[in-house]
T-cell receptor
Framework: GAVVSQHPSRVICKSGTSVKIECRSLDFQATTMFWYRQFPKQSLMLMATSNEGSKATYEQGVEKDKFLINHASLTLSTLTVTSAHPEDSSFYIC??????????FGPGTRLTVL | QKEVEQDPGPLSVPEGAIVSLNCTYSNSAFQYFMWYRQYSRKGPELLMYTYSSGNKEDGRFTAQVDKSSKYISLFIRDSQPSDSATYLCAMRGSARQLTFGSGTQLTVLP
């Protein structure tokens, strides 16, 4: 299957700081990228969907000013958690889809906000 | 009622057993059906993808879709301890985003 990378894999930050997570499709062009959040022993919660060059579409209840998403190219999307607080601590996973139907996931980023 | 229902388990089986994982759904517009495997603290890995009804086989894995019953299955033959993970079903129609089941936690005991 296609490869999606995510960086960093783990980040610890102080409350009030901003954190940027990168998601890259390594061997295909991702026309659509998705950002998910996952709590322990729970399924994936879709946060937002983005197409290259367009503004992201956020799911209900997700603050777009809190979670900034940029999909600047067909291989890169970034999620910035602004002014992070302990309740933002979670496992964030990106996913990418090209022209086909299959959707491929990155390895995830574990964010801990102290 | 959730659009996709999946028994969360946990499910424990001995090594070599045949495992059956299932999901039911309510949205008749779903056409694309996927199974993902997720190891602890990792991102989901796409195992199988099926379009509409029918069976698909890949090695020890077989995916089945019965659209008339709105029921999908994943069978794992000759299960191995390395198959221990959470298995997520996912599906979509013409919408861009997938709808996921809650995941079934599987443990294969050596």
């Amino acid at each position: 299957g296609a490869v999606v990378s995510q960086h960093p894999s783990r980040v610890i930050c102080k409350s009030g700081t901003s954190v940027k997570i990168e998601c890259r499709s390594l061997d295909f062009q991702a026309t659509t990228m998705f950002w998910y959040r996952q709590f322990p022993k729970q399924s994936l919660m879709l946060m937002a969907t983005s197409n290259e060059g367009s503004k992201a579409t956020y799911e209900q209840g997700v603050e777009k000013d809190k979670f900034l998403i940029n999909h600047a190219s067909l291989t890169l999307s970034t999620l910035t958690v602004t002014s992070a607080h302990p309740e933002d601590s979670s496992f964030y996973i990106c996913s990418a889809r090209g022209t086909g139907v299959e959707q491929f996931f990155g390895p995830g980023t574990r964010l801990t906000v102290l | 009622q959730k659009e996709v229902e999946q028994d969360p388990g946990p499910l424990s089986v001995p090594e070599g057993a045949i495992v059956s994982l299932n999901c039911t759904y309510s949205n008749s517009a779903f056409q694309y059906f996927m199974w993902y495997r997720q190891y602890s603290r990792k991102g989901p890995e796409l195992l199988m993808y099926t379009y509409s009804s029918g069976n698909k086989e890949d090695g020890r894995f077989t995916a089945q879709v019965d659209k008339s019953s709105k029921y999908i299955s994943l069978f794992i033959r000759d299960s191995q301890p390395s198959d221990s993970a959470t298995y997520l079903c996912a599906m979509r129609g013409s919408a861009r985003q997938l709808t996921f089941g809650s995941g079934t936690q599987l443990t294969v005991l050596p």
